[in-house]
Each structure stands twice: as C-alpha cells, then as structure tokens.
C-alpha cells in the first residue's frame, strides 16, 4: 500500500521561501511519477507541479519561482518555493502516479499561508 507523507509547510511572508517534502512509503519511489498540486476553498485542485522521465514540468504562474525535484535513495520529492505570494497560499498535496497513468495516490495535504 502505497503511503505519501507530507511535510514543510507553513506561514511564510510574500517573497518569502519554503520548501515541501513528501515522502513514499510502500513502493518502489523511482518508478513513479511525482507531482504537486494544490487547493483553495471552494476551488478544484490545480496542478502545480510534476517530475517525470522528460523532466519537470510546471504551472505558468509559478515558473522560474518553483523547482520541484527528487531524491530517490530517500524515496522523496521536494517543491522548492520562492518568491511567494499571496495567491501561493494554499493546502498542497503530493501524489503519485505510474507512468501513463492518473494519479492514484495522494497525500493528506500541507497547509501554506503567505501572509505579512
């Protein structure tokens, strides 16, 4: 059974930097695809970020402020984020998928709030 296990997020200032970790627990991290995404009130989960055999791929608004990446000897994937603003803020969540495939598991979701 394949687990994600979030963490890293928090209050941060606009501009500001955080970065979020997630970890895999009961599979074989390398053969999955990684991404990010996110969720506001009242509004569907946007994609925000993914990394996947090409390479990263990313949500206009944050490129060139978010760098997602992966460590596979601690099965874990990061979302480096900076410069951020207030429409940043928001629950992120970490999922995985099988290549060409949706993605089937999902994290419990980390809070980040950018705020002065």
């Known amino acids: 059974q394949v687990q994600l296990v979030e963490s890293g997020g928090g209050l941060v200032q606009p501009g500001g930097s955080l970065r979020l970790s997630c970890a895999l627990v009961?599979?074989?991290?390398?053969?999955?695809?990684m991404g990010w995404f996110r969720q506001t009130p009242g509004k569907e989960r946007e994609f925000v970020a993914e990394?996947?055999?090409?390479?990263?791929n990313y949500k206009d608004s944050v490129k060139g402020r978010f760098t997602i990446s992966r460590d596979n000897a601690k099965n874990t994937v990061y979302l480096q984020m900076n410069s951020l603003k207030a429409e940043d803020t928001a629950v992120y969540y970490c999922?995985?998928?099988?290549?060409?495939?949706?993605?089937?598991?999902w994290g419990q979701g980390t809070q980040v709030t950018v705020s002065s």
């Open positions: 990394i996947i055999w090409r390479g990263p």
């Open positions: 999922a995985a998928r099988p290549p060409n495939s949706g993605y089937d598991y």
């Open positions: 009961g599979g074989t991290f390398s053969s999955y695809d």
